[in-house]
C-alpha cells in the first residue's frame, strides 16, 4: 500500500529530487520506500514562498479555511487504511493503534474547521473612571504571519496535525520538517492539502534532517517556532531569536494509585499496562513512575506484573500484537542500559528486560534507585518502575521530585486528594482516575519545568498563533 516514493511539498506543490532518503520498515528492518529530500535552495524557496503568501493567508476568509480543514478530514477518513497502513510500517506502530491515530487525525482537523471560524475578540469596558467617558475598547485577533514546525517520530500523524490544522485555522502560512526517521505520513498530509485551494506558499513539507533544519529554527522571518521532542528544544530556543517559541519535551509521567482503590483494581491495572505500554512506551506522556499506596502495593504488583506478562509483542503488522519494536535499535539499547543501571543499583526487575534488535521486553521494576536514569529521565520504551508510598503528602512529593512536569494521573475516590494532586503537582496537568496518558485534542495540553513551555491543543495553537489587535474608539 506505500508508494515507491514520495515528493516532498513546497509552496504547495509536490517535488522530486536527485537525493532520496530511505524510510524503514521498522519492525523488518528492510526498506519500505523513499522519500525526495530538498537542498538548501529549496528551503529558502519555501520560507520566501511562506513569507508571501501572509497576505492571502490573511485574506483566505474563515468559511475558506474551515473548509480546507473539512475537506482534509473527509479525504483523511477516505484514506484511512492506507495512513493506518503507512504509520505501522514507518513508525512499528500497532496496525490497531495506528488506526487509532488516524481517528486522532481526522478529529483533530474537524475541531480545527470548528474553531476556524470562532478566532473572536472581545468588547472591552474603557470607562473605568469620569474622564474615560465615551471611550471603548475592542480587539481582534489576526494571524501571526509564517510559522515552522518541527515534529517527532512517535506521533507523526497526530502531533503533525497539531500544528498544521490549528495553522490553517488561524491563517497562517507553514513549513513543516516532520521527523527523518517517519515522514511519510505527513507528505500524505501535504499530498491532501495540495487538493485545495490555500493560497499558493501557504505550506510546504520539507524532508529535512536535523542539520539542515537551522533555517526553520533562526530564520527571523518566521514568527513562531512549534517544536516538539527532545531536550535539545531548549537550544533550538536559544537560537530562535525574537520569534515565540512553544516546546513540548517529554516527562516522565507518575500515576498515584491511593489507598481507597481496591475494590478498582481491575480497571486501574487494565489503565496502567495500557498507559505504561502502548506504542512501547514511546510516548511524552507514559506513565514511567507507579506509586501505590503500601496496602495495595503487593497486590497490585502481583496482578500488574501477570497482566504486563501477557502482553503479546512482536509483528505490528499483525492485529493481536500489542507492543512492537522501538523506533530503532540505539534507542532499545539505550534503555536496556538504563535497566542495567538501575539493576546494580539495587533495583529488581520483576518483568521483562530482555532485548532482541529493536524488540525491548515490557519491563516492571522496583526498589529503582532516586538517582537512576530510569528514574530521573524520560524513558521513551516499554518501561515502568513501581514503588509504595505511606502518606498523601509523601507521594505528592515524590512525584515532584522531577526535572520534569507534563502530566501526572491519580487514581482516588477522595475528592480532597484529587484536589490537592490538581493544586500541589508541578505538572502541566492532572487526569484524575485515569492514567496521565489521556489526551483529547481539544484540550490545553503541555509542561513545566523540563518539559516545555506553552500549550498544544487547537484552540491554544489557534492563539499562539494569532496575536491582539486593539481599536480603542471615543465618542464624539
Not at 529549496?42 to 511562506?50: D, F, H, L, R, S
Not at 484511512?80 to 491515530?101: H, N, Q, T
Not at 509521567?253 to 482503590?261: E, F, S, W
Not at 486528594?417 to 492514567?435: I, T
Request: aromatic share 8%.
Amino acid at each position: 500500500m506505500l508508494a515507491k516514493s514520495y515528493p516532498y511539498y513546497l509552496a504547495n506543490q509536490p517535488q522530486t529530487s536527485k537525493e532520496m532518503m530511505d524510510v524503514l520498515d521498522k519492525y523488518s528492518g528492510k526498506v519500505a520506500t523513499r522519500v525526495a529530500v530538498p537542498d538548501a535552495k529549496a528551503t529558502e524557496k519555501a520560507i520566501a514562498a511562506a513569507v508571501k503568501a501572509t497576505g492571502p493567508m490573511r485574506e483566505f476568509k474563515p468559511w475558506a479555511r474551515q473548509q480546507v480543514l473539512q475537506h482534509c478530514a473527509q479525504r483523511f477518513a477516505e484514506r484511512r487504511e492506507e495512513l493506518a497502513y503507512a504509520l505501522c510500517v514507518e513508525a512499528g506502530k500497532p496496525i490497531k493503534d495506528s488506526d487509532g491515530e488516524v481517528t486522532r487525525l481526522i478529529e483533530t482537523f474537524r475541531i480545527a474547521a470548528e474553531e476556524a471560524v470562532r478566532v473572536n475578540g472581545e468588547t472591552i469596558n474603557l470607562e473605568l473612571a469620569k474622564r474615560l467617558d465615551g471611550y471603548h475598547g475592542y480587539t481582534k485577533r489576526v494571524p501571526l504571519g509564517p510559522v515552522s514546525f518541527i515534529t517527532p517520530f512517535n506521533f507523526p500523524l497526530n502531533l503533525v496535525a497539531h500544528k498544521v490544522a490549528p495553522a490553517i485555522a488561524a491563517g497562517c502560512p507553514f513549513v513543516l520538517k516532520p521527523a527523518e526517521r517517519t515522514p511519510i505520513g505527513a507528505l500524505i498530509i501535504g499530498e491532501v492539502l495540495a487538493e485545495t485551494d490555500l493560497p499558493k506558499g501557504a505550506f510546504s513539507v520539507l524532508t529535512l534532517d536535523g542539520k539542515h533544519a537551522n533555517p526553520l529554527v533562526e530564520d527571523p522571518r518566521f514568527k513562531l517556532l512549534s517544536f516538539t521532542g527532545s531536550q535539545i528544544g531548549w537550544d533550538l530556543k536559544t537560537r530562535a531569536g525574537h520569534k515565540k517559541v512553544t516546546l513540548e519535551l517529554g516527562g516522565n509521567a507518575a500515576c498515584i494509585v491511593d489507598a481507597d482503590q481496591e475494590p478498582h483494581l481491575d480497571r486501574v491495572i487494565d489503565r496502567l499496562v495500557f498507559g505504561a505500554f502502548y506504542q512501547s512506551g514511546q510516548s511524552c506522556i507514559s506513565v514511567q513512575r507507579i506509586y501505590v499506596h503500601e496496602s495495595l502495593y503487593d497486590e497490585l504488583k502481583k496482578r500488574l506484573v501477570a497482566a504486563v506478562k501477557k502482553l503479546k509483542a512482536g509483528d505490528p503488522k499483525k492485529k493481536d500484537t500489542f507492543l512492537g519494536p522501538m523506533i530503532d535499535e540505539a534507542a532499545a539499547e539505550r534503555l536496556e542500559g538504563w535497566i542495567e543501571e538501575a539493576r546494580k543499583g539495587g533495583g529488581k526487575i520483576l518483568c521483562g528486560g530482555k532485548r532482541k534488535g529493536a524488540m525491548l521486553e515490557a519491563t516492571l521494576m522496583e526498589n529503582v534507585p532516586t538517582s537512576a536514569k530510569a528514574h530521573r529521565q524520560e524513558a521513551f520504551g516499554p518501561f515502568a518502575l513501581l514503588a509504595p508510598f505511606k502518606s498523601f503528602d509523601k507521594v505528592v512529593a515524590m512525584v515532584n521530585d522531577s526535572d520534569y512536569g507534563l502530566q501526572a494521573g491519580i487514581f482516588t475516590d477522595s475528592l480532597a486528594h484529587a484536589m490537592r494532586a490538581w493544586n500541589e503537582l508541578e505538572q502541566g496537568g492532572v487526569v484524575v482516575n485515569d492514567v496521565p496518558s489521556f489526551r483529547v485534542d481539544n484540550m490545553p495540553y503541555g509542561g513545566l519545568k523540563l518539559s516545555g513551555i506553552g500549550r498544544e491543543g487547537v484552540r491554544c495553537a489557534i492563539e499562539d498563533m494569532t496575536e491582539i489587535r486593539l481599536m480603542v474608539m471615543r465618542e464624539l
